[in-house]
C-alpha cells in the first residue's frame, strides 16, 4: 500500500465534552499540548444517544476560540430532519468546516422510528441540505461492525456513505495492522477513493479498554491480552508496553502508507504526547 497521490497526510485528535470544572481544565492542558503538533482539527464527540449535545458545542467554541480547527460529531439516530438542519445551520455560522457525520448509538427507550437509519442517510441530507459546505467524515471497521451481518455487507455499507458524499473516513481503533491493509485493499477492489485514516487508541487502562472493546467490537489481540494481563496492577509497566506497541503499530501504518492517524486522547495528552514523539515521519 502506497499513499495515494493527491492525498494529504492528516493528522487530528478527539476529545469529549468535560462535565466538571477539572474536566475542562485537563482539556484545555490537552488542546495545548496537542495543538503544538498542528493538527488538521480536533473532533469533539457527540455523547451516546446525543445526550452531550449541548456540551458538545461548547467544547467546540473552546477549540474553535483556542485557534484550531473543530470538527463536531454529529449523529442521527432519534433526531427528525429539522433538528439536524439547525444545528448544520449553527455549525455554518460557528465557521465549523469538517463535520464527522455517525449514525450513533440508539437510545434504549426510543419509541418512534428515526426518519434516519444509517449514517449514508445523514450524509445524503447533509449534502442535499448544505451542499459542500462541510468536509464530511464518516466510520468504518477494519475489523468489521459489531452489528454487520459479514464483512461483505459491511463494506457495501461503507460504500453507500462514500458514494452519498463522505469526503474522508477514520476507522475504529485496532491493534492489528494488517487487518487495517487488508480492509483498504477490499476498499479500492470496490473502487473506494477517499483517504482511510486509522484511529489510534493509547493504552493506558488497560481493564478500561478491554471494556471498551468488548462494547465497540474492536479486537485486542490475544498475544497483547496475555502480555497485559501478565502485568497484573502494575500501571507502569502497562503504559509503558502500551506505548511501545501502539507506537510501533502507528510507525508501520504510516511506512504502509496510511494518509495519517487520528487519536482517541480522551482528553490526556500524556500517551498520545509520548507516541507522537516518537513516529517515523
Known sequence: MELRQGHIRTFSFEFFPPKTLAGIDKLRNALAQLGSYGPKFFSCTYGAGG???GRTLETVREIQSAGYAAAPHLTCVGSRPGQIEVLLDLYKREGIQHLVALRGDVPFAEQQPSEFRFASDLVAFIRRVTGTAFHLIVACYPEVHPQAPDARRDLEHFKVKVESGANAAITQYFYNPD????????????????PIVPGIMPIGNFPQLVCFSNSCGAEIPRWLRLRMQAFGNDICSIRSYGLDVVTELCNRLL?????????????????TSTIWQRLRF
Request: net charge negative.
Open 51 to 53: 445526550a452531550a449535545r
Open 179 to 194: 487487518a487495517y491493509f487488508r480492509f483498504v485493499e477490499a476498499c479500492e477492489a470496490l473502487h473506494i477513493n477517499i
Open 255 to 271: 511506512s504502509g502508507g496510511a494518509p495519517g492517524l487520528h487519536f482517541y486522547t480522551m482528553n490526556d495528552a500524556e500517551l
